[in-house]
Each structure stands twice: as structure tokens, then as C-alpha cells.
């Protein structure tokens, strides 16, 4: 079953850092045989963001994670756990988790890493939400953050235009009663499509590799009955979800998936032109600007989605 249960948790609060350098699609155009047209017509995509020299994954992660405390009116010492999810550490060991909890003073929080492409940050605050909810925590700080441009393939144009940088971060509380709470979450798995994206390691050549096509394949085919079974378990139809957060990949695959739920097309929060594709930080920096925006209401459904590697899915499901 996809329900929480247990002590409520709510969305304290949420926040973003996104790197000054930007590189539009005609940037691209200088490098490589593409075009602005071309990008825009195939994903929606019109500038993305990069690090600065010497600003590193942690430090977009910091960043953000300040931004949501802020935000969530806390102290850095009320976090009982440090979350990071991220495709692109600058260390396997010590975790980023661990070098954010340092950087911020989070001093009585625990920390780990979660790896799992585009998900990760929807799994890290299905992780969080479920200790949460069962009492072992009262406050989590969960953070997306991605500083993709030195595993990015510059010779690959399938590639190389969909991706940025940046960083965004909420933290997850016990919620009052008559407050907002999650009411479901759930992850899967198609560990047999592993080498449609991957990114080297132990050894390997730590640079992205995806093969495009089979993706976008593999979503289309796999997103929809995955979410259709979702809004079931959880006692509900995804045409009475108010809101949605998705993962920021593609402008067509957020469409298609629309139409095959039946959903409006305007009942989500679309910034992928504006960023790309920020992989594990996208959902979280959706999540940041839909709030800011006012689009997620107090007493609305609002559901979150996202895919990545592995081939990996996920959704929640929040009473705002």
C-alpha cells in the first residue's frame, strides 16, 4: 500500500539557489550543430545555469538548504537530519550530506546521500516523511542539488543542451493537527533498463550517458500506468489531483503524460525553459517557485512525480 501512517508531516518550508552563469541555446549554437529552434521544438528548453569556477556541489546545496530554513523560520540546530540527493558529488566518501550539515552548523543532525538520477529527491523525502512519521525524527532538511557541467558530454548535442546546475532544498516537519500532511508515496524500479542513463564511476569515466530515444520510449510507456496505480492505492483519480510537481526533463513527456491522465495541462508549475534539466534538483526548485508563486493552496491535493535513472519512478501525494 502507498499510505503514510503515522504522525502527520508537513512541508515547513522551501527554497532554491540557481548559479548566475547562464547559457542560452544560442551559446549553443557556437559550440555545436544545433539550433534554438531545434532545443526548443524537442524539449522545451531555452537557457540553463551553470556553476561558477570553484562553486561546487555543496555549495549550491548549502545555499539552498539556508534558503528553506529561512523560509521554515528555523535554526540550523532543529534539524535532526541532513538529506542530499545528487547524480554529481565531488566525493563518493565523505557524503555531500555530511559537508552541507557542516557548512550550514546543523550540528545534532545525521546525514546521507541518495543516488537515484532524477528521483533521488523525491526518494529522500519519502526517506524523511517515513522517519518522520514514525517518530524517530522531528525535522528533516532534504536537498536536491546537481553541478552537472563537468559530467556533461560537450560533444554530445542529444545530451550535452538538456542539462544545468542548481540547488533546492525543503524541510520536512511534524505537522499539527489540521495542517498540511503527505498522504501516500511510492517508488519503483526497472533495474533491467539501468544503462539507458548512466554516469561512470568506480573507475569509469564519470560522464553522462543516455541514450535518448529509449528514454523518452520508456516514460511515456512507464509514467502513466505507474501514476494511474498510484492515485488508486491512494484513494483518489488523477483528474481530482488540484496541483501537480513534476520532474523538469521534457515539455512533451509532461504533456503526453498529462493526456493520458486526463489532467488539464495548466494544473502544474512548468520552469524548464528557464533551467533545464537539474536532475535530482529539479523537483525540489519546482516545488521552491510553485510555492512561491501561491499555485500550491491550503486544502488542495497536490501530487509529486518524477523519473530518472535506473530506470527509477516516484510519487507522493500532499493535503496542503
Not at 524517530?136 to 543542451?161: C, P
Not at 533546492?168 to 498540511?180: D, E, Q
Request: charged content about 20%; some cysteine; aromatic content about 6%.
Amino acid at each position: 500500500m502507498a499510505i503514510i501512517k503515522g504522525i502527520p508531516v508537513r512541508i515547513a518550508g522551501t527554497g532554491k539557489y540557481i548559479p548566475e552563469k547562464v547559457m542560452t541555446n544560442a551559446d549553443f549554437e557556437k559550440i555545436m550543430e544545433t539550433s534554438d529552434e531545434w532545443i526548443r521544438e524537442r524539449t522545451g528548453i531555452k537557457e540553463r545555469h551553470f556553476a561558477a569556477e570553484g562553486e561546487n556541489c555543496c555549495d549550491l546545496a548549502a545555499k539552498a538548504a539556508l534558503a528553506a530554513l529561512d523560509d521554515a523560520g528555523m535554526a540550523p540546530g532543529e534539524i535532526d537530519a541532513v538529506i542530499v540527493s545528487t547524480n554529481s558529488p565531488e566525493t563518493l566518501c565523505p557524503c555531500s550530506a555530511a559537508t552541507v550539515q557542516g557548512t550550514i552548523g546543523a550540528a545534532k543532525a545525521g546525514a546521507f546521500d541518495v543516488i537515484s538520477g532524477c528521483t533521488g529527491s523525491l526518494t529522500a523525502m519519502l526517506s524523511a516523511i517515513s522517519c518522520i512519521s514514525c517518530g524517530v525524527w522531528e525535522n528533516a532538511l532534504v536537498i536536491g542539488a546537481e553541478r552537472f557541467e563537468s559530467v556533461i558530454d560537450w560533444t554530445d548535442r542529444s545530451s550535452a543542451i538538456l542539462f544545468g546546475d542548481g540547488a533546492g532544498a525543503c524541510v520536512l516537519s511534524r505537522s499539527a493537527a489540521g495542517g498540511g500532511r503527505f498522504i501516500s508515496g511510492k517508488i519503483a524500479a526497472d533495474g533491467a533498463k539501468r544503462d539507458l542513463i548512466t554516469i561512470g564511476g568506480g573507475g569509469n569515466p564519470a560522464k553522462l550517458r543516455m541514450k535518448g530515444q529509449e528514454v523518452f520510449r520508456f516514460v511515456n510507456a512507464a509514467l502513466p500506468p505507474f501514476i494511474k496505480n498510484f492515485c488508486k492505492e491512494s484513494g483518489t483519480d488523477p483528474r481530482d489531483i488540484d496541483f501537480w510537481v513534476l520532474h523538469q526533463a521534457n515539455i512533451r513527456i509532461t504533456e503526453s503524460l498529462f493526456r493520458r491522465l486526463g489532467v488539464p495541462q495548466g494544473r502544474t508549475f512548468a520552469n524548464l525553459e528557464k533551467y533545464g534539466n537539474t536532475s535530482a534538483a529539479s523537483l525540489m526548485i519546482n516545488l521552491d517557485e510553485a510555492m512561491k508563486a501561491g499555485r500550491i493552496k491550503a486544502g488542495e491535493k497536490i501530487a509529486f512525480a518524477a523519473f530518472g535513472a535506473g530506470m527509477t519512478l516516484g510519487a507522493l501525494l500532499y493535503s496542503a
